[in-house]
């Protein structure tokens, strides 16, 4: 059989003495890959995944700590087949088929007594799982199964080490369960890192078979929100972010992901919402097939500005941006300045030019309104229905995009064939490529277009500089405000990219990992339908939250780094993105250079991480050198999983790095950088071995990017900063240091 190729061992699993490395046709037994298009190549990956025997007591992960891996619990069925397959190996090994090729190594290396003794345990552990699912096959209602199907407890501490504060994800989590103020609502279910929802009176949860937990510290980009701590024997399958990555991109996982959501996490999250309070049992049960889930891209619109407010999100997973003035749609505002006459014409008169621009729009737009139109233009006046069905649909045209790519492929094409100043002007800084447009920009782009189309009918928009004005994670609502309200949308929310890569390099993300928003959508018609008293409840939160409004308008100024966080180069230049962001003070620089030795001399292979090159932002340089992003795109697609967060929340590239350079593509900042292995793959220093018939491939780069010294021990911070003869370095929070987000 021909030799097949592995990638380096992974030196990252400490390996238990009941631990098992299974091969890759022993994972295929698996209900986790069950129904996979494509079974991921486990022998590629060396070490990637450990089988962990669980018993309770057993903590398995911190609240607090880096988390680089995901768990699985193995179901009953699971370990049935696992070990009735290892069972039939051993069987193979003393019946004298020691060489074949399905039959793991480590059998085959063992002496015939440790087999034998082996084998009997591996029946005896047989005949106690068959005992416990005959318990869950007799299992009356679900509640009864789920109770015996419960192996593991999630648990938030209320108690974080007070000589290290810790904020982002935790300090959100923490202020779930504070005492809440006088007349303040507290959530019954707090949101975390898996399939469940914690229980606010006892910051507890369950744990089932068959589920995953940890996929967003795998994933990314937080440390683990809450403590898990095994119940009752069983076992647990851990392994890297390239493992799982593989599995978020087929869709029967996703399917089977879905349908653990939407029974374990979602009823009870929804349940809670107060908009739902009022709803009976029945009532509520009936609303439960119309909750949807949805995902949108990254950088992609989940509604714009203006929108009628037609629904409430709830954030499953992924973080979303709210911005004000960044809407290309026509507002009420707007609606009320069209000359309807004046407009009516213009849009007609591309009847009889349909090669022009004016033809052009007039060919997209819907019959009815066509119609509608030429009635206007004949000298019938536009009553409000008419005016409201044209906006309607001028600003479906807006957002539709169908006119992307009909004056050229190139931004440059663009220009010299509409040959028009006003659409010169505004695509003036947008990629070259019209495919790399994101959807603001194309929205913008056919708003432009619509105005010279008609350039007296309709009021020119008014040139306004987009404001973040919040970032939401997973647990929290979106565009309840409006539909409270009766009102438009009143700000965009976006799915959060790191910076405008454009859609080529987001396709090119999404092919190596789901970077994108997972929501639960919660649509207004079918809500109102279910009970009418639906609707006085939403008048009555309408009521409240006006009241609100009024009540919590700012009674002073913004301080002054308030105000630099809300400038359009705070979001061009991804200052935002910093949990450790390095500003270097140039009132105070004197250039001497003292940071970036330190950081030379701060690393064993003289690697420098720090380069005094990069954008100026007010008085301060922001160099090249890793900012710990807040949502890091780099850790996206690793094909070994060799890139993670460390406990200080850095960056950390492992010795298995295989110098791929996707993760230095990918960091919208260059703050990753790839240098010479001098030994080639050097001495691998995993535990794990290779499976029969592989051999390790050779890699010559690796890696290297900033980890704020956390490899070196000690409690000074980084060397860069602690260099600073002149206090001209730190490393800053930049949502607290500018403003952005409370103490």
């Given at each position: ?22 091969t890759?046709?022993?994972?295929g ?50 370990v ?36 034998q ?27 009864q ?23 982002g994800l ?8 504070r ?69 978020y ?11 653990i ?235 959060f ?50 009241a ?36 270097i ?45 807040l949502?890091p ?37 260059g ?28 890699f ?35 949502r ?8």
């Open positions: 059989m021909a030799e097949r190729e592995a990638n380096l061992p992974v030196d990252f699993f400490e390996i238990g003495p009941q631990d098992e490395q299974l890759s046709v022993e994972l037994s698996l209900s986790l890959l069950e129904g996979l298009k494509k079974v991921p190549s486990f022998y590629k990956f060396p070490g990637s995944t450990i089988l962990r025997k669980c018993t309770p007591g057993q903590l398995m992960c911190r609240q607090g700590e880096a988390g680089a891996s995901a768990f699985y619990i193995l179901s009953t069925h699971d049935l087949a696992l070990r009735q397959q290892q069972v039939d190996f051993i069987e193979k090994v003393l019946q004298g088929g020691a060489a074949a090729a399905d039959v793991p190594a480590r059998f085959q290396n063992l002496s015939r007594p440790a087999l003794a082996l084998q009997q345990r591996l029946k005896a552990e047989i005949q106690s799982f068959t005992k416990r699912q005959a318990a869950l096959d007799q299992a009356t209602d679900v509640a199964h789920d109770q015996l199907a419960n192996v593991a407890k999630v648990k938030l501490l209320v108690s974080l080490n007070p000589d290290r504060p810790r904020r935790l300090h959100r989590l923490k202020s779930w369960w005492r809440p103020a006088k007349g303040e609502e507290t959530p019954a279910f707090i949101p975390v890192d898996g399939m469940m929802s914690l229980d606010t009176r006892t910051l507890e949860a369950p744990l089932h078979e068959k589920e995953v937990f940890g996929e967003m510290s795998c994933l990314n980009r937080a440390p683990r929100s809450a403590t898990v701590i095994v119940e009752q024997d069983c076992y647990m399958l851990e392994f890297l972010r390239n493992v799982l990555d593989m599995l991109k087929d869709p029967a996982y996703k399917a089977r992901n879905d349908a959501y939407r029974t374990r996490v979602l009823d009870k999250q929804v349940r809670q919402l107060s908009v739902f309070k009022e709803l009976s049992d029945a009532e509520f049960q009936d609303l439960q097939p119309r909750l949807e889930l949805v995902d949108f891209e990254a950088g992609h619109i989940i509604f714009d500005e203006h929108e009628p407010s037609d629904c409430m999100y709830l954030i499953r997973s992924g973080m979303v941006k709210v911005v004000k003035h960044a809407s290309a749609l026509l507002s009420a505002d707007e609606s009320g300045r069209i000359s309807w006459n004046s407009l009516a014409q213009e849009l007609v008169a591309g009847e009889k030019r349909p090669q022009s621009l004016t033809g052009r729009v007039w060919s997209k737009l819907v019959p009815e309104i066509r119609e509608l139109l030429k009635s206007i233009a004949s000298g019938t006046a536009a009553d409000a229905a008419a005016q409201e069905r044209i906006v309607t649909e001028l600003n479906r045209f807006i957002s539709a995009g169908e006119l992307l790519t009909a004056f050229g492929e190139k931004r440059s094409a663009v220009v010299t064939t509409l040959d028009i100043l006003a659409v010169e002007e505004a695509i003036a800084d947008f990629p070259e490529k019209v495919k790399d447009w994101s959807q603001l920009r194309s929205r913008l782009f056919h708003r432009v277009l619509l105005e010279a189309a008609s350039m007296h009918g309709l009021p020119r928009r008014e040139p306004r500089s987009a404001r973040t004005l919040n970032y939401l994670g997973k647990g929290e609502i979106l565009g309840e405000i409006g539909l409270l309200m009766g009102q438009p949308r009143s700000a965009s929310c976006l799915a990219d790191q910076h405008d890569r454009g859609q080529e390099q987001l396709k090119q993300d999404l092919e190596a990992s789901p970077s994108r928003v997972e929501l639960v959508k919660l649509d207004r018609d079918d809500l109102a339908s279910v009970s009418p008293a639906f609707r006085r409840t939403l008048e009555a939160m309408k009521d409240k939250r006006v609100n409004l009024k009540e919590n308008v700012p009674a002073r100024a913004a301080p002054v780094r308030s105000l630099q966080s809300q400038s359009p180069e705070f979001e061009t230049l991804g200052l935002v993105q910093g949990q450790q962001l390095m500003l003070d140039l009132e105070k620089c004197t250039r001497c250079g003292a940071c970036v030795e330190a950081c030379v001399d701060a690393h064993a292979d003289g690697r420098n991480r720090l380069y005094l090159d990069g954008p100026r932002f007010d008085k301060y340089l922001v160099p090249v050198t890793c900012r710990s992003c949502d795109v780099c850790m996206i697609g690793c094909p070994v999983g060799a890139i993670a967060r460390g406990d200080n929340g850095e960056i950390r590239i492992r010795n298995h790095c295989i110098g791929c350079q996707l993760c230095a593509d990918q960091c919208p900042y703050s990753i950088h790839m240098s010479d292995r001098e030994l080639g793959n050097s001495e691998p220093t995993s535990l794990f071995q290779l499976e029969t018939g592989v051999v390790l491939k050779e010559t780069q690796k890696a290297v990017v900033c980890d704020l010294c956390s490899s070196l021990g000690g409690d000074h911070g980084p060397s860069c900063v602690y260099a600073c003869p002149h206090d001209a370095a730190m490393r800053v929070d930049s607290q240091y500018f403003g952005i987000s409370e103490d």
